[in-house]
């Protein structure tokens, strides 16, 4: 019987391994990549008009494979409300005998022009908690950055924006956030931040934000002078742009075959963004194509809209491609606070992001080891000639820097499904990010070994006959706990 058992095991896998040979064709699937990464999107960048193109193109592909839409959303669309800021012109602050100025020691980040002398009140981390017995209308709020325990650049600009709305709320003429993390140096913040900005606009139907700034005190000597008593500023802000945007996550489901597991979902999700335009190179090419980051993995959810609609498996399917990501994970937090489907029912996600690759033996899933189906991963690799491994490079905290964190913080066991690399050394920088990161440079018979094992390591996930969970210990096995109600 075990013989038998054994013979029947091996020959399943090998026919889900010859429908997906069959079903994803190298030509149909690298026509979507190209068109992905085409010049035509001008990067995909969220704020600009092109992204709706791309948007559309996912959804029609789809609609066109069977994928359906959520009763929830009643089309393929998510609608997501952003706000575009740009820098102000002019930007200074004159706290005591002190003049701060925007791109130096001071960031602008949002809100209107803004002229004149405003009160301070130092609020601790600008928690609920934190204004107790604080009036704090028509006055600026002084807060410390991030939270006690929330200090990576995504919690910063996520915290960030939590305050600024408790702090219009409250009644506030702005928001100040001290910056004090030696681990982010203030030169990159910078060069990151000062630039136009897309954040989530958390009062969509609401008037405009209140103004929202960082400043330098990494000894945390000017807010504790600002305790002692200095306790007024002098503004001056002009230049300020700001408007508000729609952007869109792409979602549709199959239904599992299973009458018990198809109410649980696997998750198979990618970021669709990328970086859009910026300056001419040597050759004249400004255009941000992100072959690598992340079409590739966007190509990998449609080919699974594909595969999936025609060989469902026990559990439902959910696809998602995230708007956003690039600008702080955006799309996929708001997907994860409001979610079109009790996040209960989403048992696992495989999300896809990348930097490149530098080992086409093999593909680094950032999170291997955490999660009971790990096995399965590196089973469906494996039948593709490949081997997964774990992140090689724990340092950079590539785990909690992609959209899968979002879901791995509500309990969701979520790792991340990458190209192969073995570090983040010079092959990979050279398209990270990079004007070079296209098609035509991609190592397209690697392309599809990664597609295909990515759909059957989804397949026999999906497929299990025991929900997956975190392995004991696990920072996020709490959260699962409470999120399905595990004991």
Known sequence: MIAVLALWGHENALAQKTAIDQQIQREEAVSHFRFLASDELKGRDPARPEMDIAAKYIAEQFQRYGAKALDEAGNYFQPVPFRYSAPPKKGELRIGNQTLTHGEDLLVLDGPDIQGNFDLVVAGYGLESDYTGKDVAGKMVVVRVGQPNRLSPSDLFAAGRE???????????????????????????????????????????????????????????????????????????????????????????????????????????AHYDHLGVGNPNAEGDSIYNGARDNAVGTVAVINAAKFFAQHPPKRSVLLCAWTAEEKGLLGSGYFANNPLLPLRQIIYNLNIDNAGYNDTSIVTVVGLGRTSVDPLIEAAVSEYGIRAIADPSPEQGLYDRSDNVNFAR????APTFSLGFTAFDDKIAKHYHQLSDQVDNFDLDYAMLYWKSYLLSAQKIANASEQPKWKTGDKYEEAAKNLYGLE
């Open 163 to 269: 305050k600024l709305a408790l702090a219009k709320e409250k009644g506030a003429a702005g928001i100040i956030e001290m910056y004090n993390v030696p681990t982010t140096p203030w030169s990159l913040l910078v060069n990151y931040l000062n630039k136009p900005q897309l954040t989530l606009d958390y009062d969509p139907d609401g008037s405009e934000a209140i103004p929202y700034v960082w400043v330098k005190d990494l000894s945390g000597e000017l807010i504790q002078q600002i305790s002692d008593g200095h306790a007024s500023v002098e503004a001056h802000v002009s230049g300020k742009q700001n408007r508000k945007i729609t952007g869109k996550n792409v979602i549709a489901y199959i239904e599992g075959t299973d009458t018990n597991l198809k109410n649980e979902y696997i998750m198979l999700s």
């Open 410 to 413: 509500k309990g969701i066991p």
